[in-house]
């Protein structure tokens, strides 16, 4: 079946502008996360949403921001871009919450590079 | 804070020897491990898990070791391959938590 989807894959955004990225999970999958990569500090926890609710946020500011919609698609958006923002922006579904025991996976789209100039 | 830790960033091997890449974590709440493989331009891929209730899961050429005393786990991916060659990450779930925290990761090359 159809893995993570990620769009857009490459953007390249002026400081002070903002920014939609969009996320498709695995079919049947109601939980998506969403992750920051930079170099050398790994992946940053951005937020989680499971049946279009918030479960968890991360130490972002409060200009990133998501939602998930009815169908389990996931959109997050960062307003007034800053040049630290650049980053690859991975989305990552499981078929339920993260936090329902063990065995519950989290599987990645190939992720949406920003770059802010 | 960094709570989970892989102070190696890079490893070389040659192939067909064993790589160990090492995981350090410091919330004793962590009860769920899993490692990725990341090639560039492309996002992680799942390897390998392990619950705390376990100290060894293997699958196929890869097994991870959990050591729960010592907050540490690894992964041994024996033999290696040339095309193992990429940056692994761990992560780790606490088990009152929704969200997986991630390590910085371990570039691996194998040579061959």
């Known amino acids: 079946k159809a893995g993570v989807t990620q769009t857009p894959r490459y953007l390249i955004k002026t400081r002070g502008q903002q920014v939609t990225l969009s996320c498709s999970p695995i079919s049947g999958h109601r939980s998506v996360s969403w992750y920051q990569q930079t170099p050398g500090q790994g992946l940053q926890f951005l937020f989680e949403y499971f049946s279009e609710t918030q479960r968890n946020k991360g130490n972002f500011p409060g200009r990133f921001s998501g939602r998930q919609f009815s169908n389990s698609r996931s959109e997050m958006n960062v307003s007034t871009l800053e040049l630290g923002d650049s980053a690859l922006y991975l989305c990552a579904s499981s078929r339920l919450s993260p936090g329902t025991g063990f065995g519950n996976t989290i599987y990645f789209g190939e992720g949406s590079w920003l770059t802010v100039v | ?112």
């Open chain 2, 1 to 112: 804070d960094q709570q989970v830790k892989q102070n190696s960033p890079s490893l070389s091997v040659q192939e067909g020897r064993i790589s160990i890449l090492n995981c350090d974590y410091t919330n004793s709440m962590f009860d769920y491990f899993l490692w990725y493989k990341k090639y560039p331009a492309e996002g992680p891929t799942f390897l390998i898990s392990i619950s705390s209730i376990k100290d060894k899961n293997e699958d196929g050429r890869f097994t991870v070791f959990l050591n729960k005393s010592a907050k540490h786990l690894s992964l041994h991916i024996v033999p290696s391959q040339p095309g193992d060659s990429a940056v692994y990450f761990c992560a780790a779930r606490p088990n009152t938590g929704n969200q997986f925290y991630f390590g910085t990761g371990t570039s691996l090359t194998v040579i061959p």
